[in-house]
């Protein structure tokens, strides 16, 4: 994903650079995406450390072959990224699978999934800390884990 990146220390100045990896780091206390930026040609006044504005322009919604999930549904740990799928499993109950999924970039409403989800799957968007693989949950009224 390209961004412009601007810098207090170099007023006026933007530089060109790219999305190279977003992160997912689930707390108790909340979520937050790390994101890493490779700087094009141009960069050399630039230090570690320095504070920096970006900007970013979204991924459209609505774009085919894809799914956006809001950010605490996608977990990270050593096996990488992943979601929990529920499924039915009667009396408005659900079992809860884990599910490794490749995570595109930042879209309007959370994160594009590019793979390891089928449409119609239901996924768990909150919570996602506390589940383990088979763990059973409880549907809402909506049918929603």
């Keep these: 994903m390209p961004v412009s990146v601007g810098f207090d220390a170099i007023p006026g100045a933007r530089f060109d650079g ?18 890493t930026v490779r700087l094009g040609a141009g960069a050399s006044d630039i230090r570690s450390g320095m504070a920096a504005v970006v900007d970013m322009i979204l991924g459209d ?3 085919p072959d894809r799914f956006i ?36 970039a930042f879209a309007v409403g959370g994160l594009e ?19 383990q693989d088979g763990d059973e949950v409880r549907l809402d009224a909506a049918g929603a884990p």
Excluded: I, S
Excluded at 18 to 35: I, M, Y
Excluded at 92 to 101: D, F, S
């Design 113 to 131: 999934v590019l793979d390891g989800l089928t449409e119609g799957e239901r996924v768990v968007v909150a919570g996602v800390n506390r589940l």
């Design 18 to 35: 790219l999305v190279t990896e977003v992160g997912v780091t689930t707390t108790a206390t909340g979520t937050t995406f790390p994101v």
């Design 61 to 63: 919604a609505e774009a």
């Design 69 to 104: 999930l809001p950010g605490p549904a996608v977990g990270e740990d050593r096996g990488g990224r992943f979601v929990f799928v529920a499924e039915p499993a009667g009396d408005g109950l659900a079992v809860v699978r884990r599910r490794p999924v490749m995570v595109g």
